[in-house]
């Protein structure tokens, strides 16, 4: 912050005070967003056998319920909603922080065949997704996600 250009008013006393409180303040509440854009990926492995695709996903820090697989024609479409909330009080010092982050990452693998949710097989174990995809099926749901995680 540049005190030469503020009246003497807001660089002595309380209000100097109070303004370094809320620049450090808006400053925590931003520095997250410069690693934002590159989370929104979903990392992992496809692997392809003459009868299946093996595709292996890291999420981290994530459970089975906020994931989602969906066919869609050709396409097996992974969803991943992540929200974490982190909150830190101390009685004696009246000081208390929230923090709450909510990430939304998808992922479209493309097949070139029709595949079909019902041949399909997912199970999240480990923070790691594995779904193994028979090659040539056909349709359009939503894919149910074994939990084991819980």
């Avoid at 692997?47 to 996903?57: I, M, N, R, V």
């Avoid at 830190?88 to 009246?94: A, G, S």
Wanted: contains cysteine; charged residues 30%.
């Amino acid at each position: 912050m540049n005190h030469k250009k503020l009246p003497g008013l807001f660089t002595e006393g309380v209000m100097r005070d109070l303004i370094q409180y809320m620049d450090s303040y808006i400053d925590e509440a931003f520095k997250h967003f410069q690693s934002f854009p590159e989370s929104r990926f979903v990392e992992g492995e496809i692997e392809e056998t003459e009868d299946h695709y093996f595709l292996k996903f890291y999420l981290p820090g994530c459970s089975s319920d906020q994931i989602q697989l969906e066919v869609i024609d050709n396409f097996l479409k992974l969803s991943v909603n992540h929200s974490s909330i982190i909150e830190e009080k101390n009685d004696l010092t009246m000081y208390q922080k929230r923090e709450q982050s909510f990430q939304r990452m998808q992922r479209l693998i493309p097949f070139s065949f029709p595949i079909s949710e019902n041949e399909i097989n997912a199970i999240f174990e480990n923070e790691v997704l594995r779904i193994t995809v028979p090659k040539k099926s056909t349709s359009d749901k939503v894919i149910e996600i074994n939990k084991t995680d819980e």
